[in-house]
């Protein structure tokens, strides 16, 4: 629909890996992010070559979608003299890490709501998102969750180093909650950034690492009223979640944008 001809598209997924004990190929959704990586390299040069034989300059564009901006993020790093990628489409990226995964590490994201609240938010976001995975839901002892995790040590590598020559278009909810409490016949608001519901707006949008870059963010706001006790802030805020993913209209609206990018 964006005029590439079909041969021109890819699919790039986590590929396969061998489990020597069940004697099986598994999809490789766990492992380490470096490694899923390393198969991209023939599917830029193949699309590069591709587009050379056509009349092209060589470069290629890349969509990624959630964890596979970092799997983008690990080939350009690697690839960052030669990585043949004119523009880069970053839809809900994770660069600075996925909120839930900083819980269990002690990373407040929301202080406002206290402890207890943001991992019971926590684990109803998880559940949320494991949903429609089958068996292949989040692990938190996978080595791709401890790379989510923000502030971790593979983050930090990842946005340590410049890439030039690339320019990123970074899609991403932003969701606003604005939280009223009254006490005492004054009424008290505080403001929350929910991102999309699993990686924050500041996460999805830090684009610091590359030389050219546009933000593009889809915004809601909600208004969620407490009660004097407090309580009921977490089932309004799981109300709301779900709402967050806008399937069908987020889609069109990223269509839209590509049109113009």
């Known amino acids: 629909d964006l005029g590439y001809p079909r041969d021109y598209i890819h699919l790039y997924s986590y590929g396969y890996k061998y489990n020597s004990l069940k004697r099986v190929n598994e999809y490789n959704y766990k492992g380490d992010v470096k490694e899923i990586a390393q198969g991209m390299e023939v599917v830029v040069n193949t699309l590069s070559d591709l587009n050379k034989s056509q009349g092209g300059n060589g470069q290629v564009d890349i969509v990624a979608h959630s964890l596979g901006n970092l799997v983008t993020r690990q080939y350009l790093l690697t690839h960052k003299d030669n990585h043949k990628i004119r523009r880069y489409i970053a839809v809900g990226a994770p660069f600075k890490g996925a909120w839930p995964m900083g819980v269990d590490a002690n990373i407040k994201s929301f202080p406002i709501l206290g402890s207890v609240i943001e991992k019971e938010l926590s684990k109803f976001v998880i559940d949320l998102a494991n949903r429609n995975r089958g068996d292949r839901k989040l692990d938190k002892s996978s080595i791709v969750y ?50 999309d519901g699993l990686i924050l707006a500041n996460s999805a949008s830090y684009t610091d690492w590359a030389q050219t870059s546009n933000g593009y963010a889809f915004n809601d706001k909600i208004i969620i009223v407490v009660d004097k006790s ?12 779900p709402l967050f993913d806008q399937g069908g209209e987020v889609f069109s609206r990223i269509k839209g944008i590509a049109k113009d990018i």
Do not use: C, M, W
Not at 167 to 179: I, K, P, Q, R, S
Not at 230 to 241: A, D, P, S, Y
């Open 230 to 241: 407090g309580k009921n802030i977490l089932e309004q805020i799981k109300g709301h979640l």
């Open 146 to 195: 401890a790379e989510l995790t923000p502030g971790s040590d593979y983050l930090n590598a990842l946005n340590s180093v410049k890439i030039q020559g690339v320019e990123v278009y970074a899609l991403y909810g932003d969701v606003n909650a604005t939280v009223r409490q009254k006490v005492f016949n004054k009424t008290f608001e505080k403001k929350i950034d929910f991102g």
